[in-house]
């Protein structure tokens, strides 16, 4: 008997068929004694639908009122499941983000969960009644509703999981579970049986679409254990957990990332102030960077480029706010939307020396050409053409064991 | 420069262009000076949609999870309606219904409000900012969302109006007002200039869809003047007001309603208790019964027959209440579908003897025979096969000279 927090995505819940199913997978748990809260996204689409009526209105729809329109998407989907789990016979509640309530900031579109009221999920799990909370959504101090963006379900779901001390927070999903890398690229990938909490906030910032981050920054601070299964079968998926309990591998994993373009300063004078004036003006405006790479200015020469990448469809924002910034400096820019970043994940790189040098050498026998390349203690990053994306994954996971599920060579 | 609240019905913001057109319509009254509260309905065949999807999971949706997901409608037009409006740089805010808020009584699907808190409202108003709110929803005392059954918008604009002490409440529709009778049936059909919010209440009950009946008793509880005007045309529309103002009229309209099915009790006890045993069953069922007559027992026989009128919709509900009580005091059930409620409506009733007498004889000239008679102060309505409603409505229409504009002749 224990307590779950379960996370249906939008394919999931899909249409009256899938809601159905998935409710009769609630049943099954709640008969076995379990108290649960369950979670569902919008239906498949039905986010897609409401932003494109407002794109219809506004070419940058207001963030307060695009929130009131998406917010509807998962309110649908609890009411729909709550009746699915009442025909059923198993006692059931919807509950809006505001009803709950999930408090969070001001940040439409982007709002973070500041806290979870619990006392209502408490009395109907008390009540042997299914809570049935809308994902993605919350409501901000002044009461105006706020979404959490893209996959805040996820969010949504491991924070109620911490609010209410959940044996786990599981995640069901159209795959099942969180691979070694994208097995559409990679045949052999293999799904990984437990991950740290690092490692996938790793893998899900650099482009695993399983789990969205923040998800996994709220499970690893209070500890939630995160089960990432598959909503069409009962196999056991992928458990996300501190790293205590985890054999250490040198790699976990390979992810790749298409998303993102390269903006190149050339020639800019290597004056203090120039970088920090750069940045300063794309974090104001919201214009999140990634890879940050300045080369030293050359003997006697005091000139320095400067190339960072930015997320594609942040791209012309970018453009409109440096170019004049960079005539003033001296600099010209240059643009590459043609560009991947592949990067190697795992634990034991902490502790293994080599790894870098021995993904330089595989992507170099591959005559793949590393245009940037960044770090962090459990991760390797590499910009590379995005031509080569599908290659250099595989000469990775290839070269790293991590098809014969070591993962352990260096 | 007036205080306004302005209702805009479903087909009226039934795509993106059109809701572009109302907020357009808007921005000029805006821009006129005028304080705006605007309450759009549901995008029209939205609430259609969510009530299929419902019906799709139980047979009988739950109320508390069906007005869940029906709100939703209504919260989408609100957001969408605010960017349109800002888009055209005019300050507004949506609200949905428990962030008025509009605090309703439980009763879920057919809510009655309880309250508006006006602040916010207020607050807009002084600020220059139209406030646009969500129709046909609220929030009751235990923060559950609920609806106020179809065509609540009106109810919801009607409301707010007499919380705010606005000038007017205008409901645009996609007629251009009230007419005498349904122009489809009858082209000479005349709109009406200002009609009392007795005769629009009876008109409202009595089948003419312009207005819901919540909200005519609301405007003439709190002598909310409503203007019932086209959302595609600047004509003036129809005045519903208080009877001070107006010139008496013996007859202002004809209506007739299809919508309701006629059950016969013949041969039961004529005993104390049995008619009240059976009406107490079916109001404690929440099944509305309109017209009841209840025959004399004849000289020495102890039985009598019962008729009276329900929805259609309500039909099979009523078989399965009455068919045992029915036989249990000796009487059979009949059934009629195929029956219509043809009705006169008009102030100057009161004073003008001969009305009623007038209405059956120009039924029975064209050789209509009338099944039940019901009448009140201001109304009197008869039910017929439903093969003559229109013969009916034309018959009295002109009978009583409304085609001419006269409505005065007895």
Request: aromatic letters at 4%; proline letters at 2%; glycine letters at 10%.
């Amino acid at each position: 008997m224990s307590l779950i927090v379960q996370k249906f995505g939008g394919t999931s819940v899909g249409s009256i068929e899938r809601i159905r199913n998935v409710a009769e997978r609630v049943a099954k748990w709640h008969a076995a004694g379990h108290r649960l809260v369950v979670v569902p996204s919008a239906m498949s689409g039905e986010t897609n639908r409401l932003l494109a009526l407002a794109a219809g209105l506004q070419e940058h729809p207001d963030p307060r009122e695009l929130d009131v329109v998406a917010a509807t998407g998962e309110q649908v989907s609890v009411g729909l499941l709550a009746m699915a789990l009442l025909a059923l016979g198993v006692k059931a509640r919807s509950y809006a983000g505001w009803q709950v309530k999930v408090l969070t900031d001001s940040a439409f579109t982007r709002a973070r969960i500041v806290s979870i009221d619990e006392l209502k999920l408490r009395q109907d799990l008390e009540n042997g009644c299914v809570a049935v909370v809308a994902g993605f959504q919350g409501v901000d101090a002044e009461g105006n509703i706020t979404t959490l963006g893209r996959g805040g379900s996820d969010t949504t779901a491991v924070a109620i999981a911490a609010a209410i001390k959940a044996d786990v927070c599981e995640i069901y999903t159209d795959v099942d579970g969180v691979y070694t890398t994208d097995p559409n690229i990679v045949p052999s990938a293999r799904k990984i049986d437990r991950i740290s909490y690092e490692e996938m906030l790793e893998l899900a910032s650099l482009g695993a679409k399983v789990l969205q981050i923040r998800s996994v920054e709220v499970a690893m601070k209070y500890g939630v254990p995160v089960h990432v299964r598959s909503s069409f079968s009962d196999r056991t998926g992928t458990m996300v957990v501190g790293e205590e309990g985890l054999e250490s591998v040198v790699v976990a994993g390979v992810a790749y990332d298409k998303s993102e373009a390269k903006v190149q300063l050339v020639g800019a004078d290597d004056k203090p102030g120039v970088v920090a004036k750069i940045f300063g003006m794309l974090a104001e405006k919201n214009v999140q960077v990634d890879m940050i790479i300045q080369s030293p200015s050359r003997g006697g020469d005091s000139r320095t480029d400067v190339t960072f990448t930015v997320a594609k469809t942040d791209l012309s924002r970018v453009k409109d706010l440096i170019e004049d910034t960079a005539k003033g400096v001296g600099a010209r820019v240059e643009y590459d939307t043609e560009i991947a970043k592949v990067s190697i994940v795992g634990l034991g790189m902490r502790s293994h020396a080599g790894v870098a040098a021995k993904t330089f050498g595989l992507l170099a026998a591959e005559g793949i050409n590393i245009q940037a390349i960044s770090t962090s203690e459990i991760k390797i990053s590499c910009i590379i053409a995005a031509k080569y994306t599908e290659l250099a994954v595989r000469t990775l996971h290839e070269g790293f064991g991590l098809d014969r599920g070591t993962g352990a060579e260096t």
